[in-house]
């Protein structure tokens, strides 16, 4: 079985500010963890993943995350929020043969100027 | 453009209705997905098909029926739907599901009266 917890629903970051996204996994096999992003009336893009390797990942748009396995965690970190981060955050969890995406329930990301 | 379309992208029915829900992929992936997307919740993946066997059906209910006729296309019927049936109906592909690379496409925002 898997699961995903994101916490906070909302978030609001100013313009400039860290952007800290928090996301934590149960498992019962090593996982792949997934940041995807979703903007208005759009689907699902995919910001960075982890799968085997080095625990700190790189994605697209500034984003990274890190696997922390003793915490069973993979918050997303931004150093500076940019009015285009402003979107619905969506951490997800795989760790079964066929794949099958765990999403997490979200959290929008407002940028105030 | 992730190569995952999806037609149409907005669609209103009534309860008696029958219409259908297209998904198109010339990615070369082997594996599609339906996912529905409602306010408030986490995504809920429906169905998965790999090499156009469905192999999970999430319980979904029944006036929902996939169809998979090839490996680049998927659709969902729809039949006497319910207005807790609005959402957002999401198509996904990959071609390896272990490897994490999920495409997804744009969304149907389905309005049931």
């Known amino acids: 079985a898997q699961s995903v917890t994101q916490l906070g629903s909302h978030v609001s970051v100013s313009e400039g500010a860290l952007v800290l996204l928090r996301c934590n996994y149960s498992s019962s096999v090593p996982p792949y963890l997934f940041w995807y992003v979703q903007y208005p009336n759009q689907g699902l893009q995919l910001l960075l993943k982890y799968t085997t390797g080095a625990t700190l990942v790189k994605g697209i748009n500034g984003f990274e995350a890190e696997f922390k396995k003793s915490e069973t965690s993979f918050h997303l970190t931004k150093p500076s929020a940019h009015m285009s981060d402003a979107a619905e955050y969506f951490c997800?969890?795989?760790?079964?043969?066929?794949?099958?995406?765990?999403f997490g329930a979200g959290t929008q990301v407002v940028v105030t100027p | 453009e992730t190569g995952v379309t999806q037609t149409p992208r907005h669609l209103v029915m009534g309860m008696t209705n029958k219409k259908s829900l297209k998904c198109e992929q010339h990615?070369?992936?082997?594996?599609m997905y339906w996912y529905k997307q409602s306010a408030k919740k986490p995504l809920e993946l429906m169905f998965v098909y790999n090499f156009k066997e469905q192999t999970e059906n999430n319980s979904v209910p029944s006036r929902f029926s996939p169809e998979c006729p090839n490996s680049s296309h998927l659709f969902l019927h729809l039949h006497t739907l319910q207005p807790e049936d609005s959402a957002l109906y999401l198509c996904?592909?990959?071609?390896?599901?272990?490897?994490?690379?999920?495409?997804f496409g744009p969304g149907t925002r389905l309005t049931v009266l």
């Open positions: 997800a969890v795989s760790s079964d043969s066929w794949g099958k995406l765990q």
């Open positions: 990615l070369g992936h082997n594996a």
């Open positions: 996904a592909s990959s071609q390896d599901p272990s490897s994490g690379n999920w495409y």
